[in-house]
């Protein structure tokens, strides 16, 4: 995925191409997730968040034939094409992950428990990112590609087989209710949209919960602004090589590991309210940096220092 947007733009991909793909999986979250709440409703988490997340999984080994199939601008369109379709079960799984890891770990071992799993994320991550940067200097363009989008569908595919074995706790059972009668039937429609909308939460805004979610719509949408003129920025202006981006990508998750192995330790004495306002003000350093960068040295050097997304 780390590549995937520096792949487009090698292929000659626009600022607007790259910034669809991008905001793909974005734009399917909005429309779904409300439908997808309703599907736990009904369906066990822990194997709907099995299947769905092997249907998005298979959707990386979609990419490998692409250089057969077409010229650098159907690629381009193919990609966002396979990646619209795989944020369809990504929307599920996302919703129905954070269900079956509140479900299966207990609430005071959660923070070391995503630590943890930061801390392991950030190691796969750099030793893939090095391996990967690795392979695509010493394979021709696009074998390089096919071979590294190959390896990273099949290790995908290894963590959905994981997911198989999370066991959560059996819940209490629920009686579903009987069919409606005929008669009643018209009186069925309020209480289905009144549903729609308590899925909606338009309650929060009533609390002060809103100032934070208005933080967040505000960090998050400056962020994504910016974040298609990355990849041109790197492969266009300063012509860095995948190995550059792939040593720069290993830097990134350093500081993500490093982070991760004191987020217990900071949770405990500053609590997640401001452990999550701090990992926000950080994570807003890398795009203030990097208009500053000039060499592959300089952004590496940024990413890393403005990435402690293990807080």
Same mark, same amino acid.
């Given at each position: 995925?780390?590549?995937?947007?520096?792949?487009?733009?090698?292929?000659?991909?626009?600022?607007?191409?790259?910034?669809?793909?991008?905001?793909?999986?974005?734009?399917?979250?909005?429309?779904?997730?409300?439908?997808?709440?309703?599907?736990?409703?009904?369906?066990?988490?822990?194997?709907?968040?099995?299947?769905? *997340?092997?249907?998005?999984?298979?959707?990386?080994?979609?990419?490998?034939?692409?250089?057969?199939?077409?010229?650098?601008?159907?690629?381009?369109?193919?990609?966002?094409?396979?990646?619209?379709?795989?944020?369809?079960?990504?929307?599920?799984?996302?919703?129905?992950?954070?269900?079956?890891?509140?479900?299966?770990?207990?609430?005071?071992?959660?923070?070391?428990?995503?630590?943890?799993?930061?801390?392991?994320?950030?190691?796969?991550?750099?030793?893939?990112?090095?391996?990967?940067?690795?392979?695509?200097?010493?394979?021709?363009?696009?074998?390089?590609?096919?071979?590294?989008?190959?390896?990273?569908?099949?290790?995908?595919?290894?963590?959905?087989?994981?997911?198989?074995?999370?066991?959560?706790?059996?819940?209490?059972?629920?009686?579903?209710?009987?069919?409606?009668?005929?008669?009643?039937?018209?009186?069925?429609?309020? *209480?289905?949209?009144?549903?729609?909308?308590?899925?909606?939460?338009?309650?929060?805004?009533?609390?002060?919960?809103?100032?934070?979610?208005?933080?967040?719509?505000?960090?998050?949408?400056?962020?994504?602004?910016?974040?298609?003129?990355?990849?041109?920025?790197?492969?266009?202006?300063?012509?860095?090589?995948?190995?550059?981006?792939?040593?720069?990508?290993?830097?990134?998750?350093?500081?993500?590991?490093?982070?991760?192995?004191?987020?217990?330790?900071?949770?405990?004495?500053?609590?997640?309210?401001?452990?999550?306002?701090?990992?926000?003000?950080?994570?807003?350093?890398?795009?203030?940096?990097?208009?500053?960068?000039?060499?592959?040295?300089?952004?590496?050097?940024?990413?890393?220092?403005?990435?402690?997304?293990?807080?």
């Amino acid at each position: 995925m780390n590549f995937l947007s520096i792949y487009a733009a090698r292929l000659g991909g626009s600022g607007f191409q790259i910034g669809m793909l991008a905001a793909t999986s974005a734009f399917v979250n909005l429309i779904l997730a409300i439908p997808a709440i309703q599907i736990f409703q009904k369906r066990p988490v822990g194997r709907t968040v099995f299947w769905t *997340s092997v249907l998005y999984r298979i959707g990386y080994l979609l990419w490998i034939p692409l250089p057969w199939l077409f010229a650098n601008q159907g690629q381009i369109w193919a990609l966002i094409t396979i990646t619209l379709l795989m944020g369809i079960p990504l929307t599920v799984q996302a919703i129905g992950f954070n269900a079956l890891f509140a479900a299966a770990v207990p609430l005071e071992w959660r923070a070391s428990v995503a630590g943890t799993r930061n801390m392991l994320y950030s190691v796969a991550y750099m030793f893939s990112a090095l391996g990967a940067g690795w392979l695509l200097v010493h394979l021709a363009f696009p074998v390089g590609y096919q071979v590294v989008f190959g390896i990273g569908g099949l290790a995908a595919l290894m963590s959905s087989a994981h997911l198989f074995f999370v066991r959560i706790p059996p819940s209490i059972p629920i009686t579903p209710e009987p069919p409606p009668a005929p008669a009643q039937a018209a009186h069925k429609m309020p *209480s289905v949209r009144r549903q729609w909308l308590s899925s909606l939460r338009l309650d929060i805004w009533q609390t002060p919960f809103a100032g934070v979610l208005l933080a967040m719509l505000g960090l998050h949408l400056t962020q994504y602004l910016a974040a298609p003129l990355f990849p041109l920025f790197s492969v266009n202006v300063l012509h860095l090589t995948d190995q550059n981006i792939g040593i720069g990508t290993a830097l990134y998750y350093l500081t993500s590991m490093l982070g991760s192995t004191q987020l217990n330790r900071i949770v405990r004495r500053l609590g997640h309210r401001k452990v999550t306002g701090l990992g926000f003000m950080i994570m807003s350093l890398y795009a203030g940096l990097m208009p500053f960068a000039h060499s592959a040295y300089g952004i590496t050097l940024f990413q890393s220092l403005a990435d402690f997304r293990g807080l």
